[in-house]
């Protein structure tokens, strides 16, 4: 069974803070994508990584997919309130366009 | 343009009982998924369509769910009976091309079974 663990699974910071989310697999993924999910709304594509040790930005949130393509991070400088939501990694091991989602990682951030 | 629709956002049911959820996915994407996100979990995938067959049912309850997507456009997700533990947050999802997989996810329907 593949599997993409996330940590941390809770993150609590004050504004202004930096953070690192991870997302790990034993298994090799063709592509990565990162969501972000708010209360009450479906998931949000942020990101979509495809070449091992790509590195992508997207304003103060970094990307970056490992160099053997089994795992990813995404790191936000600066975190801000709006920033508050549930981040999802998911991986598409097979190349059929079927995804494997992590558990999520709660980030709030606390004015 | 017009994001993925679901509806009802919202329905409480008593165990027993059956329930239907339709999405309308975004016009122009062939492919349509139907995921179950339990709270504090990811979304597990239910049933992918590649315009009305189905490409993948692996985790899909056939006992109790179905889906169908007749003309390559809408979609039903039915339970039937629901049980206790299919409370949970069902995700329609739409995209383009399958590779690379970028879904766009509707609101979803928050369904509690009593």
């Known amino acids: 069974t593949q599997l993409l663990e996330q940590s941390p699974q809770f993150l609590s910071i004050q504004e202004g803070e930096n953070l690192t989310v991870y997302c790990n697999s034993s298994?090799?993924?063709?592509?990565l994508q990162w969501y972000r999910q708010e209360p009450g709304e479906g998931p949000v594509l942020l990101v979509t990584?495809?070449?091992?040790?790509e590195v992508k930005k997207l304003k103060r949130l970094t990307f970056q997919f490992g160099d053997a393509r089994k795992d990813s991070s995404l790191h936000i400088t600066a975190a801000q309130p709006g920033d508050t939501g549930l981040y999802l990694c998911?991986?598409?091991?097979?190349?059929?366009?079927?995804?494997?989602f992590g558990q999520g990682t709660t980030l709030q951030v606390k004015p | 343009e017009a994001g993925v629709a679901q509806s009802p956002r919202y329905k409480i049911i008593e165990k027993r009982q059956s329930v239907a959820f339709w999405c309308n996915p975004i016009?122009?994407?062939?492919?349509l998924y139907w995921y179950q996100q339990i709270l504090g979990q990811g979304p597990k995938l239910l049933i992918q369509?590649?315009?009305?067959?189905?490409?993948?049912d692996s985790q899909l309850p056939k006992d109790r769910f179905s889906a169908e997507r007749l003309k390559g456009v809408d979609s039903t997700l039915k339970i039937q009976p629901a049980k206790l533990e299919d409370s949970a947050v069902y995700l329609c999802?739409?995209?383009?091309?399958?590779?690379?997989?970028?879904?766009?996810f509707g609101p979803g329907t928050r369904l509690t079974v009593l």
């Open positions: 999802a739409s995209s383009f091309r399958r590779l690379p997989n970028e879904q766009f």
């Open positions: 298994s090799v993924f063709s592509s």
């Open positions: 369509f590649q315009n009305n067959g189905v490409v993948d």
């Open positions: 990584v495809v070449t091992g040790g």
């Open positions: 998911a991986g598409d091991s097979s190349n059929t366009g079927k995804l494997i």
């Open positions: 016009s122009g994407h062939a492919t």
